[in-house]
T-cell receptor, first 113, second 116 residues
C-alpha cells in the first residue's frame, strides 16, 4: 500500500516563481515525514523532516514544508525558484510502529530561465 | 567528513550473470541500508542492517539477491543470476541511529546496473 502519494511526476516553474511540490500521506497514526532531494547522478540528500515538534518545518536551501493533519498533507514550498533547484524531490514517511522509511515516486522539478 | 562510498558506479552485464556492489558507510554509522531505485520510481528498501544484524530484508528477493555486512562496517550486495528487471540504481545509505530509524539517511551516489 502506498504510504505517500506525490501529485505530479513533473513540475515546471520559471526562475523566481513559487515552488509547490505536493505530498499526501496515508496513516491513521501521525507519521514522521521527510523530503529528500536528488540532483542528477547524485545520491539523495535530506531537505527537511517533520517529527511532530512544529507543523511548519524549515529546511536547507530555503525550502519549507507544512504538516496539515486535516488534509493529510506535507507539501514542500520555496518562495522563489533558482536554477540550481532543478532536481528530483522525494517525499518519504516512517509510519507509526514501523522502522521502514518509505519513499514516494518522486517529482522532477524543472526551472526555466 | 567522507560520505558514503559505493562502487562500481556503473555496471553492464548480461542476464543470468552475477554482479556485486560494495558500500562503505560513513564512519561510526551503525545502520546501513540498500535501496533499489528503478527508473521513474522512488527508492525501495531491499535490506537494512543495524551493526552486523539484519533488521529488515522483507523486500529482498532472496532467491537471487544476497547481502552481508562485514564486521559492522562495509557491505556487499550480490545479484545472481541477474534478470532484466534488475536494471536499476542500487543506493547505499547509512545512519548514525543505534536504535530505530530517525529517517535521517546519508546516501551514496549509487551503482547503476544495466542488464542486457
Amino acid at each position: 500500500a502506498q504510504s505517500v502519494t506525490q501529485l505530479g511526476s513533473h513540475v515546471s516553474v520559471s526562475e523566481g516563481a513559487l515552488v509547490l511540490l505536493r505530498c499526501n500521506y496515508s496513516s491513521s497514526v501521525p507519521p514522521y515525514l521527510f523530503w529528500y532531494v536528488q540532483y542528477p547522478n547524485q545520491g539523495l540528500q535530506l531537505l527537511l523532516k517533520y517529527t511532530s515538534a512544529a507543523t511548519l518545518v524549515k529546511g536547507i536551501n530555503g525550502f519549507e514544508a507544512e504538516f496539515k493533519k486535516s488534509e493529510t498533507s506535507f507539501h514542500l514550498t520555496k518562495p522563489s525558484a533558482h536554477m540550481s533547484d532543478a532536481a528530483e524531490y522525494f517525499c518519504a514517511v516512517i509510519k507509526g510502529g514501523s522502522e521502514k522509511l518509505v519513499f514516494g515516486k518522486g517529482t522532477k522539478l524543472t526551472v526555466n530561465p | 567528513e567522507a560520505g558514503v562510498a559505493q562502487s562500481p558506479r556503473y555496471k553492464i552485464i548480461e542476464k543470468r550473470q552475477s554482479v556485486a556492489f560494495w558500500c562503505n558507510p560513513i564512519s561510526g554509522h551503525a545502520t546501513l541500508y540498500w535501496y533499489q531505485q528503478i527508473l521513474g520510481q522512488g527508492p525501495k528498501l531491499l535490506i537494512q542492517f543495524q551493526n552486523n544484524g539484519v533488521v529488515d530484508d522483507s523486500q529482498l528477493p532472496k532467491d537471487r539477491f544476497s547481502a552481508e555486512r562485514l564486521k559492522g562496517v562495509d557491505s556487499t550486495l550480490k545479484i545472481q543470476p541477474a534478470k532484466l528487471e534488475d536494471s536499476a540504481v542500487y543506493l547505499c545509505a547509512s545512519s548514525f541511529a543505534q536504535v530505530g530509524n530517525t529517517g535521517e539517511l546519508f546516501f551514496g551516489e549509487g551503482s547503476r546496473l544495466t542488464v542486457l
